[in-house]
Structures are given as C-alpha cells and as structure tokens.
C-alpha cells in the first residue's frame, strides 16, 4: 500500500471520462488495449483517491482498488475505449456497495468515528479544494450523506467530473445526478468547517499547541484554543478515547492536559502532511500511536481531531521517514 497519496486532479494531468464508460475516445487519453497494467497503474492514485474520500478507510479504499484490478485483469481490453472512465466506473461502484455494508457497523461504533488518517504529499496543500476533500473535518460530513450522494459530491466536488460523466459512472439520469449533487452540496455547505489555508499559520498553530501541551500549559492552550472549539477522539473501543466530543476550552485543554501527563512508551511526535493538513502524528517504540489533527481559523484552533484508534493507523508507518522530528510527545 503507498503511504503518500498523491491523487490527481482532472485537467492537470489526467483526461476526463466520457459518459458513456466503453465508448467514445477521450482528449489526450489512453486508447485501445495497450498494456493492461500500465493502464491501470497510471490511473491508481485517482481511483484511491474516489475510493478513500467515498469510504474514510485506507485499508477499505485499498481492498476496492484491488478488487476494479482483478475485474479490470478479466475485461477484454480491446472494448474499452476509455480505459479511466471504466475504472472510475467500476471503483466508485465497489466503493458504493461497501460503504452501504460499512454503514450498520458504523452505527454501532463505539465513541465517534473518525476516518483512517493518510499521509499526503505537502503539495496536495496547494490545491485547496482537493486537500479540503481528504480533510479529516471533511470526509466527517461526508459521514452524514447517503452512499449515493457522498458518491456524487466527491466526484463532481473534488475530482471536477460533469454531471453527464457521473450519469454514465453510476448508471442514473443526469437529471437524478443533479438532483443528488445539489442536495448533497447543501448538506455539506451547511455543515463544512472552516479552516486556514496559509501553511505558515498552520504549522504555527501546530507548533504552539504542542508546545502548550508538552509543558502541560493550560493557560497557553486556553490562549491558543477558541472558545468554542471541539476535539473528537476515536479509539474504536480499542485504545482510551472520550466516548463523546468534548466542547469548550477549559475541558478541551484539561482533557489535553491530561492526555500529556500520560505519555505511551518511548515517544516521538513528527509533523508531517496529514489528510492534506499539518498534524502531529505521535509514534511509541517507533510504532503510529496517534494523530492529532487541528482546524486552525484567525490563528486559533476550532477543532481537534484525535485519532487513537490502532486499527486505523496502518498508513502511518513511514512516518518516521517522511514526517518532521518536532519533539517527544504530547
């Protein structure tokens, strides 16, 4: 499994489906059989890009990759046309299905749940919407769509497909793709969180946090934290996590407090690209730990996300090689 994701974005690099999956040439696109895993290789990181951001799970995003591979290993190459577009077709369809089988298992879920953290290559920062997509804020919301929806607004919204292109992706009626896109924009319009562009601010509000926490300074992570803010903790009734969002700056920064009084065994913390965020990813005895990811707005942190949970933490493993040494906990 890569451990940076890099997905592309249309009209950078990649040509856009046609509607129709097996018919029609594209515009600077691969045509004809050609070699059948070159072809699909050059369109891997776009499918898990589709797959994670309609699933929240690595691991559950990898497994559809590799299932549109064996599909795509038994297609007669030669009738595809439009090899990108029948792949997209097929991985948003696997994604789809195992996101309604997920879905009675994440009502169940003990404490919230929080998607599967990622590294992301720092420059994913430098197309906003596309980091927006894969945030950890974000890929939440999306939580709050049906599989449909989520399906079409990550689509339309992050990858720039047209609503003909999603008609012919999930087999409806433009007009149907409409309707969903709309609704589905609504709901997330409603509901997206704010959050700091600029990476400088960013990684100074990371910085200062940690610190903060590291010193066990309640009155500096008052100052840091505002008013309102929120932390959701998930550790899947796996790892020691609050069972509910804590809100407010006092109880957050006790709760954080707390959390560095009680550091795990032979600690790291490394700042690396998460999510298309800056966050802190703590390591024990070398091992992912956690992740501490911020909404950072006006200088202030609004929200924090931790993710404790050891079953969500498989895409971190490079993190002592990618990620920026900053200090040995919180």
Known sequence: MATVHDPASPGESEPEPQSDPQSGDTDGGTNGPGDPTAVF?????????????????????????????????????????????????????????RLRSAQHRREAYVGPWLPEPILTAPDIADDVALADSVS????????????????????????????????????????????LARRARQHV??????????????????????????????AGLMNLLAPDVTLHSDGGGLAKAALRVIEGADKVARFLAGIAQKPPPEPRTYLASVNGRLALVVTSRGEPHSVFSLDVVDGRVTTIHVQVNPDKLHGLHDIARVGDPVGPLP
Do not use: C, K
């Not at 409603?190 to 700091?196: G, K, M, N, V, Y």
């Open 189 to 218: 319009e409603a509901r997206r969180p704010r959050f700091e562009t600029d990476r400088s601010t960013q990684r100074d509000a990371t910085e200062r946090f940690l610190a903060a926490a590291n010193s066990g300074d309640l």
């Open 136 to 179: 950890f804020g974000m890929l939440v919301v999306l939580e709050t769509l049906s599989p449909l929806e989520r399906a079409v607004f990550v689509l339309r919204e992050a990858f720039g497909f047209s609503h003909a292109e999603i008609a012919g992706t999930l087999g409806r009626s433009e007009d149907a793709v409409r309707q």
């Open 41 to 97: 290789d050059e369109q891997r990181d776009l499918l898990f890009g589709v797959a994670y951001r309609v699933l929240g799970r690595a691991v559950d995003a990898e497994d559809a990759v590799q299932d549109a591979w064996l599909r795509w290993r038994e297609v007669d190459h030669a009738s595809v046309r439009d090899p990108r577009a029948y792949l997209v077709r097929v991985v948003t369809h696997l994604a789809v299905d």
